[in-house]
């Protein structure tokens, strides 16, 4: 009987502290707490730094757009399911298959970030649990994300951390290396949170750390120890939500 108390012992400690919070179910939870059904049956529009987007939502149909004055006419950019398009003055430009990459890629990353959490659940989204800390006296959950190269679009190598609030599951701070333009890393602390019909939006300080190739991990350690150097902000404006009927 002590003998197979003490095996009992012991698979209860070794499976026991090998379990831990399944992260895609956190992400499912911070997409609930920030807006949940309510993106997927939306138009969202907002002015980020003196340019207009707006996205349309509709199940898995989604129209993103960016208009934007230019000496030769207003640009419309489009971004829908079909592919990407630019008018100017009305008129549709012909473009390369360098600029068109370059041109859906610009605007479907603003409103990825607009957004976020939003799409983390997607079939590309690989989610890993980091562990649990606190900031600034808050409980976190610390998620990874990396993407697959299908389906993970022309950035499927950049790597992302978020911390999710372990009680109110919002996401408050993220960290992640991108490869664009020399890459490099930053990390992003949301301020200036509000909810506006439904959707939780925020505004971010963001940051750069002193070695731009050091971990994502150290980020939380140069936070607190307040040793980043805020490079910008992200200032989301005039922000309105409508909700669509099922049948729009």
């Given at each position: 009987?002590?003998?197979?108390?003490?095996?009992?012992?012991?698979f209860?400690?070794v499976f026991?502290?090998s379990?831990?919070?399944?992260?895609e179910?956190?992400?499912?939870k911070?997409i609930e707490a920030?807006?949940?059904?309510?993106?997927?049956?939306?138009?969202?529009?907002?002015?980020?730094?003196n340019?207009?987007?707006?996205?349309?939502?509709?199940?898995?149909?989604f129209?993103?757009t960016?208009?934007?004055?230019d000496?030769l006419?207003?640009?419309t950019?489009s971004l829908?399911?079909?592919g990407?398009?630019?008018t100017?003055a009305?008129?549709?430009?012909a473009l390369?298959?360098?600029e068109?990459?370059m041109y859906?890629?610009?605007v479907n990353s603003?409103i990825?970030?607009?957004?976020l959490p939003?799409?983390?659940?997607?079939?590309?989204v690989?989610?890993?649990?980091?562990g649990?800390?606190?900031i600034?006296?808050?409980?976190?959950?610390e998620?990874?994300v990396?993407?697959?190269?299908?389906?993970?679009?022309?950035?499927y190598?950049?790597?992302?951390?978020y911390?999710?609030?372990r009680?109110?599951?919002?996401?408050?701070?993220l960290?992640?290396?991108?490869h664009?333009?020399g890459g490099?890393?930053?990390?992003?602390?949301?301020?200036?949170v509000?909810?506006?019909?439904?959707?939780?939006?925020?505004?971010?300080n963001?940051?750069?750390?002193p070695d731009?190739?050091?971990p994502?991990?150290?980020y939380?350690t140069?936070?607190?120890?307040?040793t980043?150097?805020?490079?910008?902000?992200?200032?989301l404006?005039d922000i309105?939500?409508?909700?669509?009927k099922?049948d729009?």
């Open positions: 009987m002590r003998y197979h108390f003490l095996w009992f012992v012991f209860v400690i026991g502290c379990s831990h919070p399944d992260a179910k956190i992400i499912n911070a920030h807006g949940g059904a309510a993106y997927d049956s939306s138009r969202i529009a907002f002015r980020f730094r340019v207009h987007y707006s996205v349309e939502q509709s199940g898995g149909r129209t993103y960016r208009t934007f004055p000496s006419g207003g640009i950019d829908t399911n079909e990407f398009s630019r100017i009305g008129q549709p430009v390369t298959a360098e068109d990459s859906s890629n610009s603003v990825y970030f607009a957004r939003y799409k983390l659940n997607d079939a590309a690989n989610k890993s649990y980091l649990q800390t606190s600034n006296g808050e409980p976190y959950h998620i990874e990396t993407f697959d190269q299908k389906g993970g679009g022309t950035d190598q950049d790597r992302y951390i911390w999710i609030h009680q109110d599951y919002t996401m408050d701070y960290a992640y290396r991108f664009v333009d490099g890393t930053r990390f992003r602390e949301a301020k200036n509000r909810v506006i019909n439904g959707i939780r939006f925020a505004d971010y963001n940051f750069g750390g731009m190739q050091h994502l991990e150290k939380e140069y936070f607190k120890a307040d980043l150097n805020k490079v910008s902000e992200i200032i404006k309105r939500v409508n909700r669509l099922k729009e």
